[in-house]
């Protein structure tokens, strides 16, 4: 997650209430990524952020892909982010 959505009201505290692993992005750059990667066959991409205010203000886009090939490509990109970040 980038730093600057950790506060009180994200869902960074409830996933650390949970016990779901979450790391906490540690570049000069924001952690802009927004993909979700299902069953490593689905991959769900866009400019949406996953959000209230994206769902209801914003004019987002959103691109659902089933295909096995292209959801190991996006994992394989998430490992090696992964490993870069800090744990929180």
Request: proline letters at 2%; aromatic letters at 10%; a negative charge.
């Amino acid at each position: 997650m980038e730093r600057s959505q950790c506060r009180y009201w994200s869902a960074y505290q409830t996933f650390k209430k949970l016990g779901i692993p979450v790391k906490v992005e540690n570049t000069s750059a924001k952690l802009h990524h927004k993909v979700g990667i299902i069953d490593n066959k689905t991959t769900i991409l866009g400019s949406y952020n996953w959000t209230l205010s994206a769902d209801i203000k914003n004019d987002e886009n959103v691109l659902i892909v089933n295909n096995p090939e292209i959801a190991g490509l996006f994992t394989d990109a998430f490992n090696e982010l992964w490993e870069i970040v800090l744990t929180e």
